[in-house]
C-alpha cells in the first residue's frame, strides 16, 4: 500500500467506516512496518497523529476483546478466582514491569572501556562511570536493556525481537545498526549518535526521529514531547572517538598491555615466558574487537601464541614452532 492508501484506510479505522476486512489489513500492515522497518515520513504531521491514533486505537480494541473474554471466565469462578483475574488484567493493561538485572558497570577511574558481549551477539562498549542492565528475559521474550552514562552498541539484527534501549524515560529501538548513546543521569541532555544503520527514538510513545548513519539526536533536560528535537547531520569521528582511546597505544610493554586488555574484557591473561614481560608493543584498533582477534593480531607481530583456558584465562607464550 502507498502512503496515500494508507491514509484514506486510516480514517476509515478511525471513524469506525472500515470493514472488518479493512481493519485487519491495517493491523497487519501497521504491525509489519515496525519488523519490516518501514520508516514513516516524519515532516508530515498529520501522518505523525495518524500513527499515534492508531496505536490507540488498536490497543483499545486489543484491551476490549481481553476484557469481554475475562469477563465471560469471571461468571464460572469464585471470588478469589475472580480477584485474580482481576490483578492479572490491571498487570495486562499497565504493559508487564520489565525486570532488570545489572550486567556490568565501569569504574569511574578506570581508564579502560569495558567490552561486552551480549547473549545475541551483539557488542557493547561501556564508558567508564556507566552502567547497564539486561533484562531478565533477554534472547527469550525480548532484548532489552537499561544504560546509565555512555555506550556504543553494535547490534545483531533480529526482526523479532527488536533491540531495545531504556535510557532515562527515552527508548531508542535499533533497526539493525550501530550507535551510541549518553545518558548521563546528572547531565543536562540525552544524546544518541548513530555509526551506521539506523534507530527510532522515542519517548512517551511518541517519536521523536528516525536516524540513519552520521546522524546525532540531541534531546534537551526536560523535553516535552511536543517541543522541536534537534538533529544534526554529518556527525564528526570525534564524537565516538571515546570508544578506541584505550586501545591505541605505542611502546608499551607487553605486561602493561595485558593488564589494560585484563580490565577491557574482564579476563586473566598470563605470559607464560618472563621475557616477553618487557617486550614493547604498538597497535591502533577499533575499538569493538573481540578479545580472540586483538590476541590473534598480537600474536603474529611478537611471534607468540595464545591458548584460551576455563575461568576467563588465557595464556599467551611464545611461539617455537616458526623457524
Known amino acids: ?126 564508558r567508564p562511570g556507566s552502567e547497564i542492565l539486561l533484562s531478565k528475559e533477554f534472547g527469550i521474550e525480548d532484548r532489552e536493556v537499561e544504560l546509565i552514562g555512555e555506550a556504543y552498541f553494535d547490534v545483531t539484527p533480529n526482526k523479532i525481537k527488536p533491540f531495545i534501549i531504556n535510557s532515562a524515560n527515552i527508548k531508542t529501538t535499533v533497526l539493525g545498526t550501530a550507535f551510541s548513546i549518553l545518558a548521563n543521569p546528572n547531565g543536562k541532555t540525552i544524546e544518541v549518535i548513530v555509526d551506521h544503520g539506523k534507530v527510532r527514538v522515542e519517548k512517551e510513545n511518541k517519536t521523536l526521529g528516525i536516524l540513519q548513519a552520521k546522524q546525532k539526536l540531541i534531546i534537551p533536560e526536560n523535553q ?41 574484557y574482564q579476563v586473566n591473561i598470563e605470559l607464560m615466558d618472563p621475557k616477553l614481560a618487557n617486550l614493547k608493543i604498538s597497535g591502533v584498533y577499533k575499538g569493538t574487537e573481540k578479545l580472540e582477534d586483538v590476541l590473534t593480531n598480537l600474536c603474529v607481530t611478537t611471534n607468540t601464541t595464545f591458548i584460551k583456558l576455563e575461568n576467563k584465562t588465557y595464556q599467551i607464550k611464545e611461539n617455537k614452532n616458526l623457524n
Open 1 to 126: 500500500m502507498d502512503e496515500k492508501q494508507i491514509k484514506i484506510l486510516i480514517e476509515k479505522y478511525l471513524s469506525g467506516k472500515a470493514s472488518l476486512e479493512e481493519k485487519k489489513s491495517l493491523e497487519i500492515w501497521y504491525k509489519s512496518q515496525l519488523e519490516d522497518d518501514i520508516v514513516w515520513d516524519l515532516e508530515d504531521q498529520s501522518f505523525q497523529s495518524f500513527e499515534n491514533k492508531i496505536k490507540s486505537a488498536i490497543w483499545e480494541e486489543t484491551v476490549n476483546k481481553h476484557a469481554k473474554l475475562k469477563y465471560r471466565k469471571w461468571i464460572s469462578y469464585s471470588a478469589a478466582a475472580a480477584i485474580l483475574l482481576v490483578s492479572s488484567f490491571l498487570i495486562f493493561l499497565q504493559i508487564k514491569q520489565k525486570d532488570f538485572q545489572q550486567l556490568a558497570k565501569t569504574p569511574i577511574n578506570q581508564v579502560e572501556n569495558r567490552h561486552i558481549i551480549l547473549p545475541d551477539s551483539s557488542i557493547v562498549i561501556l
Open 224 to 264: 516535552r514531547v511536543d517541543e522541536d528535537i534537534k538533529i544534526l547531520n554529518e556527525v564528526s569521528k570525534n564524537e565516538m572517538a571515546w570508544m578506541e582511546e584505550d586501545m591505541n597505544f605505542e611502546a608499551l610493554t607487553f605486561s602493561d598491555l595485558t593488564k589494560k586488555l585484563e580490565r577491557r
